[in-house]
């Protein structure tokens, strides 16, 4: 069973930079796609990036393009979002998920999540 586990949220001003970090154990993820989600208060869930854990194919949405990098640690069975130029649009929940095969944008079948951690962005 997949257990992923999420840190690095809280809060920071406008303009500033965090790193979340998501830390996968109970599987083996050669053949998995990572994701991350998030969620502000009324709005529906979103995927922010994804990479495949092998290869390392990478995909943003346009919303965070060029503020945003997902990488991986493969060494760790670890995944980072790293966050720039954060905007007070960018509060909300983040959680990282995960699922088998290579479609980066199949945001529906991924099927392991983590709690969440919260990203607050203050102007």
């Known amino acids: 069973q997949v257990q992923l586990e999420e840190s690095g949220g809280g809060l920071v001003l406008a303009g500033g930079s965090l790193r979340l970090t998501c830390a996968a154990s109970?599987?083996?993820?050669?053949?998995?796609?990572m994701g991350w989600f998030r969620q502000a208060p009324g709005k529906e869930r979103e995927i922010v990036a994804a990479?495949?854990?092998?290869?390392?194919?990478?995909f943003y949405a346009d919303s965070v393009k060029g503020r945003f990098t997902i990488s991986t640690d493969n060494a760790e069975n670890t995944v980072y979002l790293q966050m720039n130029s954060l905007a007070p649009e960018d509060t909300a929940v983040y959680s990282c998920?995960?699922?088998?095969?290579?479609?980066?944008?199949?945001?529906?079948?991924?099927?392991?999540w983590g709690q969440g951690t919260q990203v607050t962005v203050s102007s």
């Open positions: 109970g599987g083996t993820y050669s053949s998995y796609t």
């Open positions: 990479i495949s854990w092998v290869g390392g194919s990478t």
């Open positions: 998920a995960a699922k088998r095969g290579t479609d980066l944008t199949a945001t529906g079948a991924y099927k392991y």
